[in-house]
């Protein structure tokens, strides 16, 4: 039943991944177009776009947030390890549990302090005003889910670990 709902869960944060990468390449055209529009006068056309910074930045945010949690279930997430290579292995595979438990409470907290966020910027009818005027909870939003979906990740990440070798991981090692 875990190894099914892991599958799942996993082509999921696949999905995610791929609508990051849909993300990218809609962020770099909107780029590529401003750039061309400023340089490249033609007649009838802006000279730019004015809101292409503004979106690419959401654009970029929102890209991180989708593809984060597949970056940690790949074990490609930022890691200094080092330390645990040198470690006994039973010391290291501990100290490998001290981290995902930090880190899913970290997750956890995280979620519902943007949860609160949220839902107050909506409740509050919070604006951004910049070039675009949008509610300000359309950006706040995904912070909570995305949260969410790493607390899981670092649920799987403990199973994957019990069921494990009794030393570090092996994923995303860079120190040999």
Not at 96 to 102: G, P, S
Not at 132 to 139: D, K, Q, Y
Not at 152 to 157: K, S, T, Y
Request: glycine share 6%.
């Amino acid at each position: 039943m875990i190894a099914r709902f892991s599958r799942a869960y996993g082509r999921l944060l696949a999905g995610l991944a791929l609508l990051g990468c849909a993300i990218l390449f809609a962020m770099m055209m909107i780029i590529v177009a401003d750039v061309a529009l400023r340089n490249f006068a033609l007649r009838g056309w802006p000279q730019g776009l004015a809101w292409s910074n503004e979106i690419s930045e959401l654009m970029l945010y929102l890209l991180t947030m989708c593809v984060a949690p597949w970056l940690l279930r790949q074990g490609q997430h930022i890691r200094v390890d080092i330390l645990l290579q040198v470690l006994p292995p039973r010391l290291a595979w501990h100290l490998e549990w001290i981290a995902d438990v930090l880190g899913l409470a970290c997750c956890c907290v995280i979620a519902r302090y943007g949860a609160q966020a949220a839902w107050s910027s909506y409740s509050s009818g919070a604006v951004n005003i910049k070039t675009l005027i949008t509610p300000e909870w359309w950006a706040l939003a995904p912070l909570p889910l995305v949260f969410v979906l790493l607390s899981i990740e670092m649920i799987f990440r403990m199973i994957r670990l019990a069921g494990g070798e009794r030393g570090p991981r092996r994923d995303a090692v860079s120190a040999s």
